[in-house]
């Protein structure tokens, strides 16, 4: 668990661990406090706001440092490297999932992950579901939503949402909590994390328990917490840039 996945720290020397672990700090610290700023600057509670630290292509040494600089919720967007980072990291770190996920990753994740962000289509719903009444769980999930309508992102549209949660809440096996959404790079986010915020009110109408917000990433995130975000999902800005980006 102390070594390094890359076996970079151990070429570069001793020297490195201390260095990369305050580093990681230093920037965890440094977020923190944009999000209670972010937070306050609207009348919110820094607390209702969770950072989700996405470690996506980042070696195992940079999760640990973040995990000794007392962060707890981490995120991953692919099975494969989900599967050993839960292995080889401390039992203490609640994990989430962000990425789009195929049927067939389904059994590697349900399980394993206290949160699935990316539900975006009903038999992807059913899989899961399946799988977490095998278990004998209850898989809490958020429905991904498309509202910039990018043809490159995955979620459903604004328009199929409320059938979609509709579907979930009928589903034994999981328990639809929000939204999320992820805007594309060449809009201004505000506006579309607005809309998120309101269809998640309308929401709420019928289905009490949808709460959260994920929205807002490394370059939008306090755009995110502005517009009423719950969960924001920050990687570079927590970790340094990704080693293979
Ligand atoms: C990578 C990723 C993030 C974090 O992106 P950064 O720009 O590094 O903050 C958030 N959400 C999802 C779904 C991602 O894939």
Redo the contacts with the bound molecule.
């Keep these: 668990m102390l070594v390094s996945d890359t076996g970079e720290g151990l070429q570069a020397g001793f020297d490195s661990r201390p260095r990369l672990g305050a580093d990681v700090a230093r920037r965890l610290a440094r977020v923190r406090d944009r999000i209670a700023e972010a937070a306050l600057r609207t009348g919110r509670d820094p607390q209702d706001v969770t950072l989700?630290a996405?470690s996506?292509?980042q070696p195992l040494d940079r999760v640990l440092a973040a995990y000794g600089a007392g962060q707890r919720v981490f995120?991953e967007?692919q099975a494969q490297e989900l599967v050993p980072k839960v292995a080889a990291a401390p039992a203490e770190i609640t994990w989430h999932f962000?990425?789009r996920l195929q049927r067939n990753k389904v059994r590697q994740v349900v399980g394993s992950v206290a949160l699935i962000?990316?539900v975006d289509r009903v038999p992807l719903a059913e899989a899961i579901a399946r799988h977490a009444r095998r278990l004998h769980r209850e898989q809490r999930v958020l429905v991904q939503v498309n509202v910039g309508a990018d043809p490159a992102k995955a979620g459903c549209s604004v328009a199929g949402a409320p059938a979609l949660v509709d579907h979930l809440a009928d589903l034994d096996g999981v328990m639809v909590v929000g939204l999320?959404t992820?805007p594309p790079l060449d809009q201004d986010p505000g506006p579309l994390f607005a809309r998120l915020c309101a269809l998640r009110d309308a929401l709420r109408d019928d289905h009490p328990d949808i709460r959260e917000l994920?929205m807002g990433?490394?370059?939008d995130?306090e755009v995110a917490i502005a517009h009423g975000a719950t969960l924001v999902?920050?990687?570079?800005?927590?970790?340094g840039p990704?080693p293979d980006?």
């Design positions: 989700v996405v996506k292509l995120a967007s962000v990425g962000h990316s999320m992820m994920s990433m490394s370059a995130f999902r920050i990687g570079e800005a927590v970790f990704r980006g």
